[in-house]
């Protein structure tokens, strides 16, 4: 009888320290995982401190896609329209004016810091598109 109650302890004390060491490692992953996309969140603060506007809110006012890429074309091409046509002589509104051109400067700032990252190459396809022009001139 003493020596299947001590079995059994001793089978009960491997599983609960298996069971701490399992949580602990899923801890340190968490811990991990926390701290790089805490870094991304912090510069996604400051651009949404810095911009006014979140990134969201930008791509709802430009009309465009929350969850599609954006491309420099487009940006100008939804920008442009939206900008002449809110003109003020047009009967349009200096705030929402101000607003398309905060919402464009907000996108930029995200495709510019993206960019730095690897991620999207707007300035790389604006210089494209620029010598693409001095070429053809």
């Given at each position: 009888?003493?020596?299947?109650?001590?079995?059994?302890?001793?089978?009960?004390?491997?599983?609960?320290?298996?069971?701490?060491?399992?949580?602990?490692?899923?801890?340190?992953?968490?811990?991990?995982?926390?701290?790089?996309?805490?870094?991304?969140?912090?510069?996604?603060?400051?651009?949404?401190?810095?911009?006014?506007?979140?990134?969201?809110?930008?791509?709802?006012?430009l009309n465009m896609s929350v969850n599609?890429?954006?491309?420099?074309?487009?940006?100008?091409?939804?920008?442009?329209?939206?900008?002449?046509?809110?003109?003020?002589?047009?009967?349009?509104?200096?705030?929402?004016?101000?607003?398309?051109?905060r919402a464009k400067e907000r996108i930029?700032?995200?495709?510019?810091?993206?960019?730095?990252?690897?991620?999207?190459?707007?300035?790389?396809?604006?210089?494209?598109?620029?010598?693409?022009?001095?070429?053809?001139?």
């Amino acid at each position: 009888m003493a020596k299947q109650l001590m079995q059994i302890t001793i089978l009960g004390a491997q599983l609960i320290g298996r069971a701490f060491t399992k949580a602990l490692r899923q801890e340190l992953q968490y811990a991990q995982t926390a701290t790089q996309s805490g870094k991304t969140t912090t510069q996604a603060v400051q651009a949404d401190r810095i911009a006014g506007m979140t990134l969201q809110e930008a791509r709802q006012i430009l009309n465009m896609s929350v969850n599609e890429s954006v491309t420099a074309e487009e940006l100008k091409a939804n920008y442009d329209y939206l900008f002449q046509i809110n003109d003020r002589t047009r009967g349009g509104s200096f705030y929402l004016q101000s607003k398309i051109y905060r919402a464009k400067e907000r996108i930029e700032q995200e495709l510019k810091s993206s960019s730095e990252r690897g991620l999207l190459t707007y300035k790389k396809k604006r210089d494209e598109a620029t010598m693409k022009n001095v070429s053809t001139d």
